[in-house]
């Protein structure tokens, strides 16, 4: 039987982590924190030490690795990588595929959130969906008629740059809504929300009503089938879904708001598992 083994990357602000993803198992993660003030040459060596490590599992056919920045995918070519000032234009699949002698799939992290959750997520069994990444920013993952939709110039989701309410809706409908626009900790409304503190909980609803937007929009441009949440700012579903349906419930199209299904992510280490689920959109 053929090896479906295959090394997924997550290269991070500060850290690259990777494993080996063989039908959606997840290996040992091997971890490092990387130079991300040095030159190209010294982040790639950084990345090297983690995929050497891989390789020794054997029968690898093929390395995904999913990146903070835009990506020309068909040339695997990263530019202006998030937090790491050197990585200006990066031949980076050209650069690996020389080094391993392996196909190599890049993408952006979002993008590898929505294809991982396709795979091996909640987006099993649809044709279309969208992986809504609400962290420190709003990003989104876009599939359509059961493949990865990156758009010409790997821009395709990018809803977190829609201008709204004087600003950009990623300040609202991300973890940055809490930390920026409201100026308090974000973990610690988590924690004062279960202990059922009012003002938490009125944040929450406020912040629902924000991700119910974005939610529209999203249907407004792809009418997804399904809307998967991710990001470190889904924990607190419990908090902001009744504001955040209220919102949905405001659609121009109510058979549509009726239809759509949102479920929020479950997958562990979806980075690396989304980059390695790239060999799979590429070949089915």
């Known amino acids: 039987m053929a090896s479906t083994k295959i090394i997924g990357i997550d290269l991070g602000a500060t850290n690259v982590r990777g494993a080996v993803v063989e039908d959606g198992e997840v290996s040992a993660i091997e971890a490092l924190q990387i130079k991300s003030d040095g030159t190209v040459e010294e982040v790639l060596a950084d990345i090297y030490l983690v995929i050497d490590k891989l390789l020794t599992h054997g029968d690898i056919l093929a390395i995904g690795i999913g990146v903070p920045s ?16 050197s990585w200006k234009e990066v031949h980076l699949k050209k650069t690996l595929q020389e080094r391993y002698n392996l196909p ?5 992290d979002a993008n590898c959130f929505a294809v991982g959750e396709y795979y091996y997520g909640k987006g099993k069994g649809y044709s279309s969906m969208i992986g809504l ?14 493949h990865l939709y990156a758009g010409a110039n790997c821009g395709a989701g990018e809803f977190g740059f829609i201008p709204y309410e004087a600003n950009l809706l990623e300040y609202h409908a991300s973890g940055s809504f809490f930390t920026i626009t409201k100026g308090v900790n974000g973990q610690q ?8 503190d009012p003002e938490a909980l009125s944040l929450y609803r406020e912040f629902g ?4 937007y974005a939610i529209k929009m999203v249907m407004y441009t792809y009418d997804p089938q399904l809307i998967v949440l991710g990001g470190s700012a889904r924990h607190g579903f419990e908090y902001f879904k009744t504001a955040m349906w209220d919102e949905i419930k405001t659609f121009a199209f109510p058979g549509s708001a009726e ?23 590429s070949h089915n």
């Open 259 to 281: 239809k759509i299904k949102i479920e929020i992510s479950e997958l562990h280490n979806s980075g690396i598992i989304g980059a390695a689920a790239l060999y799979l959109d």
């Open 209 to 212: 009503k924000h991700v119910g």
């Open 70 to 85: 835009i990506v020309d995918v068909e040339e695997g070519i990263v530019y202006n990588v998030l937090n790491i000032p």
């Open 189 to 196: 409304v988590f924690q004062n929300a279960q202990k059922g």
């Open 104 to 108: 190599v799939y890049v993408n952006n």
């Open 133 to 146: 990444t609400m962290g420190t920013g709003l990003g989104a993952g876009v599939i359509i008629n059961r």
